[in-house]
C-alpha cells in the first residue's frame, strides 16, 4: 500500500477488513440472513445478542451497548489503544505501515509496546539458549526425556533460562533496553537492597505465553529437577500485558483447530499440551498454572459451543473437573469430562498409547452433569438416606445452571433414577432452591426497550443511517421540528452537517468521526434496527414520522402556553393573558389539519 495521510490510510484498511473475517478470528459467529450473531464477548448472555453485518461493516450489541467498527472491536476484544488496533488490523490484511508505525501514538500504547518489545527479545534469548545445548544440555535432555520433537520445541518456541543470576539483564541491557521497563514485564526483579535487579527465571525450562494474536505476553518456567527451596512451576506475575486469569497457553496454536472442531479440549498442563498437539490432537488449550475463572471460560466460549475437559484420572483430577461447573453451566457451553485412566494425565496416556486413542477417550467423554452425579455418589455413596441426600444437594446448584430446560428434565430423571428419589421431590426441592437464590436479570442495553416514547426519533434515524440517501428528504420534512432528546438531536446535526458538506455518508466511513463514543454505539444501535413494516415505503415512513413527530412539538407547545397563561390569570396580567390565550387559539387551528387525518 502506498504511504499517504493518515486519513487515507484507515480510510483503505477500513475498505479492506471484512469486519466477519476479523470477529471470527476471535468469536464463533454463526448466519443469521445477512447477518451473523454471537454470544457477546463484552457482557454475560445467555442469548446471542451480539450482531455482525458485513454490510455495513459494523457490529452491534443488543444487550450491552458495544459496537463499532472492526477497529473499535479490536480496541474492546484485546484491551488495546486504537493504534495498536491499526497495526493488528494492517497485519491481518498485510497492510504496510508507514515507519512511523500507526497514524497516531500515546503513552500508553508506546509502554505496552515496549513492554512487547522486551518479551519479544527475551523469547529469542530464552530458545537460542536452548537451541545452542544441543543434544547435549540438561534442558534438551530433559525434553528428550519427555519425547518432545524438534518440530514441537520450534513451533511453540521453548527455551532455556540459564542458571545466572543476570544472563538476560545483560543480554537485554546490552541492546539499550531499560532494567525497569524489564521488571514491569516481569523479567526481572528488583534487588531488596535497591542496588539492581536480578533474572526471575533462572535454570528453568522456559514456554512462552501468548495471546489470542500470538503476541508473548509473559512466560512459564519448570525446573529441571525438583527442590525443596523453590516452585516447581513459575510463572510471570500480573503486568500491564499479562492477566493469567484471561489466558490460555497454546490457544493461539490452537485457534483454527478448535474451530474446525467445534470443540476445545481443555488440560492442566503445558506437557499435557503438547504431548496432544504432537500426537496430532491439536484443538487443545490448558490453563497458565492457575484454576479455571470465568475469563477463562468466556475465552473458550468466543471459539466453539464445546468443551471436553481431560484433567489427569487421580481423585484430585476428578475434583478438578467438577469445580468449573457452575462457570460452565451459567456462560451455556456444552461441556463433557474425559475419563482418564487412574494415575494417568493426558501427557502421559498419549505418549503411552497415540492421538487416535486419546480421541476416542474424548469422543466418550460423558457430559459434565452425568459427570457430576456419578462424582457425588462416588464421594457419598447411596446407602442411606443422608448419602443420597448429599448427592442430591450437591447436584441442584449445576443443575439450575443448566440452560437447555430439555436437558435439564432429562438430568433430573436420571438423578432420580441413580438415587431412588422420587422427580417429582428432586424438582420441588430445586425450584425452591431456584426461588431463594433468584437473581435478577441483568438489564438490557437496547434503547427501545428504555424508551419507547422516542420510537419515531428513533426511525428517522435509522433510515438515514441505513438510507443516507434519504438524508436531504428527512431534513427537508423536519423544516421547523427539533428532536427533543439531546443525543438524537446531535446525532441528527451530525448527519445533516456531513451531508451539505458534500462528505461520505457510508456507515463504516462516518462511524469512527462521530464526535462522541456513546453517539458512535448509538449510531451503530440504530443502522441494525428494523424500519417501519414489510409493505411500506420509505417515503411513508419519513411523512409518518415527521407528522408525528410534528404534532408532538405542537402538543408540548399548546401545554406549556396553557400553563403560560394560567400563570398569567393567576397573576393578574390580564393583557398577556388574552395574548397566550389567541396564541393557543391559533396553534390549536394550525393543528386541526393534522388530527383530522388521523
Known amino acids: 500500500m502506498a504511504q499517504g495521510s493518515s486519513a487515507d490510510l484507515l480510510q483503505q ?21 445477512k447477518n451473523h450473531r454471537a454470544l457477546c464477548p463484552f457482557h454475560r448472555e445467555k442469548t446471542p445478542s451480539f450482531t455482525v453485518t458485513r454490510e455495513k461493516g459494523i457490529f452491534y450489541c443488543f444487550g450491552c451497548g458495544a459496537g463499532g467498527d472492526a477497529l473499535k472491536f479490536l480496541q474492546l476484544i484485546n484491551n488495546i489503544s486504537f493504534p495498536e488496533a491499526v497495526q493488528v488490523l494492517a497485519r491481518r490484511y498485510g497492510v504496510r505501515l508507514p515507519s512511523r508505525r500507526a497514524p497516531v501514538s500515546d503513552a500508553e500504547t508506546q509502554h505496552r509496546q515496549q513492554l512487547f518489545a522486551c518479551l519479544d527479545l527475551a523469547r529469542e534469548f530464552f530458545h537460542r539458549q536452548l537451541l545452542e545445548q544441543g543434544g547435549t544440555g540438561r534442558a534438551a535432555a530433559y525434553l528428550q526425556g519427555r519425547g518432545m520433537t524438534q518440530e514441537t520445541i520450534e513451533s511453540f518456541h521453548l527455551g532455556y533460562a540459564p542458571e545466572s543470576w543476570d544472563a538476560l539483564l545483560r543480554f537485554a541491557s546490552g541492546r539499550g533496553y531499560d532494567p525497569r ?39 512459564g518456567g519448570r525446573l529441571l ?31 483454527e483447530s478448535i474451530r474446525r472442531a467445534r470443540q476445545t479440549v481443555l488440560v492442566e498442563g503445558y506437557f499435557d499440551l503438547l504431548s496432544c498437539h ?16 470465568e475469563g477463562h471460560v468466556r475465552l ?4 466453539a459451543p ?11 483430577g476428578r475434583r478438578a473437573a467438577g469445580r468449573g461447573e457452575t462457570l460452565f453451566l451459567t456462560h451455556g457451553l456444552r461441556v463433557r469430562v474425559a475419563q482418564l485412566p487412574a494415575g494417568e494425565d493426558p501427557d502421559s496416556f498419549v505418549r503411552k498409547t497415540g492421538g487416535a486413542a486419546f480421541e476416542g477417550v474424548l469422543a466418550q467423554a460423558p457430559p459434565l452433569i452425568e459427570f457430576l452425579i456419578a462424582l457425588a455418589i462416588e464421594q457419598h455413596g447411596l446407602a442411606s438416606v443422608e448419602a443420597r441426600t448429599a448427592v442430591i444437594r450437591d447436584l441442584l446448584e449445576p443443575l439450575r445452571r443448566v440452560q437447555d430446560h430439555l436437558a435439564r428434565s432429562s438430568y433430573l430423571s436420571l438423578l432420580a433414577d441413580r438415587t431412588q428419589v422420587p422427580r417429582d421431590t428432586i424438582m420441588r426441592e430445586l425450584r425452591r432452591q431456584s426461588r ?32 443516507p440517501e434519504r438524508i436531504p428528504q428527512v431534513r427537508e420534512a423536519l423544516q421547523g421540528v427539533a428532536f427533543r432528546e439531546p443525543p438524537f438531536q446531535k446525532l441528527a446535526t451530525f448527519l445533516f452537517d456531513q451531508e451539505k458538506l458534500g462528505q461520505s455518508l457510508e456507515l463504516r466511513e462516518i462511524l469512527p468521526i462521530i464526535p462522541a463514543e456513546d453517539l458512535r454505539r448509538m449510531a451503530a444501535s440504530l443502522a441494525l434496527q428494523p424500519i417501519g413494516e414489510t409493505g411500506t415505503s420509505i417515503e411513508e415512513l419519513i411523512a409518518d414520522h415527521t407528522k408525528n413527530l410534528r404534532c408532538r412539538q405542537e402538543g408540548v407547545a ?10 398569567a390569570e393567576r397573576a393578574g396580567r390580564g393583557q398577556e393573558a388574552l395574548d397566550l390565550r389567541a396564541e393557543s387559539m391559533a396553534l390549536r387551528a394550525r393543528k386541526r389539519p393534522h388530527s383530522s387525518v388521523s
Open 436 to 467: 431463594k437464590d433468584e437473581e435478577p436479570a441483568p438489564g438490557g442495553g437496547d434503547m427501545g426497550r428504555r424508551d419507547v416514547r422516542s420510537f419515531t426519533e428513533r426511525q428517522l434515524l435509522s433510515i438515514m443511517l441505513q438510507f
Open 225 to 255: 529437577e525438583n527442590r525443596d527451596d523453590q516452585p516447581k512451576y513459575l510463572n510471570t506475575p500480573e503486568t500491564a500485558i499479562y492477566r493469567k486469569y484471561a489466558l490460555l497457553y497454546g490457544l493461539a496454536q490452537a485457534r
Open 181 to 219: 521497563v524489564l521488571a514491569e514485564a516481569g523479567l526481572v526483579k528488583e534487588r531488596a537492597t535497591g542496588s539492581g535487579y536480578y533474572d526471575r527465571f533462572r535454570d528453568r525450562l522456559i514456554f512462552p505465553i501468548q495471546d489470542v494474536d500470538g503476541r508473548t505476553v509473559g512466560f
Open 300 to 303: 473458550l466460549q468466543r471459539f
Open 13 to 33: 484498511l477500513r475498505e479492506r477488513a471484512d469486519i466477519v473475517e476479523v470477529v471470527s478470528d476471535y468469536l464463533s459467529l454463526e448466519a443469521r440472513g
Open 306 to 316: 464445546e468443551v471436553v475437559v481431560a484433567f489427569d484420572g487421580d481423585p484430585a
Open 558 to 567: 399548546a401545554k406549556e402556553l396553557i400553563a403560560r397563561m394560567k400563570e
Open 278 to 293: 504432537q500426537a496430532g490432537v491439536r484443538q487443545v488449550v490448558a490453563t497458565c498454572g492457575t484454576a479455571l475463572t
